[in-house]
Each structure stands twice: as C-alpha cells, then as structure tokens.
T-cell receptor, first 109, second 113 residues
Framework: KNEVEQSPQNLTAQEGEFITINCSYSVGISALHWLQQHPGGGIVSLFMLSSGKKKHGRLIATINIQEKHSSLHITASHPRDSAVYICAVPLGSNYQLIWGAGTKLIIKP | KAGVTQTPRYLIKTRGQQVTLSCSPISGHRSVSWYQQTPGQGLQFLFE???????NKGNFPGRFSGRQFSNSRSEMNVSTLELGDSALYLCASSLEGFTDTQYFGPGTRLTVL
C-alpha cells in the first residue's frame, strides 16, 4: 500500500466548476505539502499546512491530522488551473518527502 | 528575493559521458534536494543536502552523486550516462528541510543520445 494516495488520478471539468482533490496518508506527519506542476515542468508550492485550513485566492486546502486526510479545493475553476496537483508528506524535517502520484486536472472552457 | 536557479536549462549528451548540473538555492536556504522526473512519471528523490552534508539519499545507483558548497549551492553529477537517464532534473531549496516550504527551480532537461 502506498503511503500517500491521491484521488482522483485524472479529473476533467468545465470552467466554473468546484474542484476537489483528495490526499490520504498512512504515516504520522507534522505537515503536508500541496504543489502544482504545469505542463512545462515547473513546480510551485501552493500550501504547506499542519492543521485546519488555508486559503489563497480561489484555492483552499484543508487537513485532518486525526483522519490522515487532506483536500485541495479550487473554486470557480479556470482553464489556467489545468495542471498536475501533487501532495507530499515529510516523514520529518530531516527525512525525504513521500510523494503522491499526482492528480491531472483539465479544465475545459 | 531571487528564486531557485538551475543551470544549464537544457543539455544533450551521449551515452557514456558524464554531466554536472548546478542548483543555486534561495539566499538563506540551507537544504537543497534533487529529483528526477521521466516522462509520465512522478518525482523520484535523488538526494538532499543540508549544510554541505548529504542528509538523505534515494534509491539511485552510485553513478548519481552530488555535493553542496559552503554557500549552499549544489551540484549533481551523473557519470557514464545511459539512455534511461534522459529526464527533467529538478532541485528544490528550503530553509531547513522537508517541513518547510519547498521552492523548486525550473529544472534541467537532459537528453542522452
């Protein structure tokens, strides 16, 4: 069993739809990362959170440490949101990140 | 504040050659990690350096090596290149390690012919 599982693997939606991407993990963690990778390859850190909820623009990330689950939401989705969204958890500050397989999101106009 | 820079951005080599890639982290960041990404694959962790010491290592053969200098700049070296080494190589820097926000460079795209 993978230590970090994301769902769905692929998601196609219409512009304006509310998007939810899920991440479940089996290891004990102190923080979780959400990152975005565009087709050109560049990776951008969206959020790092250890509890509760964070919001940046149309993006919202939540985490439930007890249930070992995090979600990334996109409100009023736009074609420019099309990218691969990845969650990653560190085993500790000194240990490598365990990466999810990524969710490929396509937003159609 | 300048972002993470990687040089070169593109590189073409032939089998058997060696290559050195460079990563300059954000000023003040002491942790630099390296990743390999092949087409359609996720990120594969190569290694992480912190204060000039390799602190973590992924499951790659010894042909892959790296180092970090006192100014936190890092290099990775691949010797005896194989066709399967063709990939996008990404580095990321952070203040102290993996519980800090990771800042990625644009990557070096290596093609081995």
């Amino acid at each position: 069993k993978n230590e970090v599982e994301q769902s769905p693997q692929n998601l196609t939606a219409q512009e304006g739809e509310f998007i939810t991407i899920n991440c479940s993990y089996s290891v004990g963690i102190s923080a979780l990362h959400w990152l975005q990778q565009h087709p050109g390859g560049g990776i951008v850190s969206l959020f790092m959170l250890s509890s509760g909820k964070k919001k940046h623009g149309r993006l919202i990330a939540t985490i439930n440490i007890q249930e070992k689950h995090s979600s990334l939401h996109i409100t009023a989705s736009h074609p420019r949101d099309s990218a691969v969204y990845i969650c990653a958890v560190p085993l500790g500050s000194n240990y490598q990140l365990i990466w999810g397989a990524g969710t490929k999101l396509i937003i159609k106009p | 504040k300048a972002g993470v820079t990687q040089t070169p951005r593109y590189l073409i080599k032939t089998r058997g050659q060696q290559v050195t890639l460079s990563c300059s982290p954000i000023s003040g960041h002491r942790s630099v990690s390296w990743y390999q990404q092949t087409p359609g694959q996720g990120l594969q962790f190569l290694f992480e350096y912190f204060s000039e010491t390799q602190r973590n290592k992924g499951n790659f053969p010894g042909r892959f090596s790296g180092r970090q200098f006192s100014n936190s700049r890092s290099e990775m070296n691949v010797s005896t290149l194989e066709l399967g080494d063709s990939a996008l190589y990404l580095c990321a820097s952070s203040l102290e390690g993996f519980t800090d926000t990771q800042y990625f460079g644009p990557g070096t795209r290596l093609t081995v012919l």
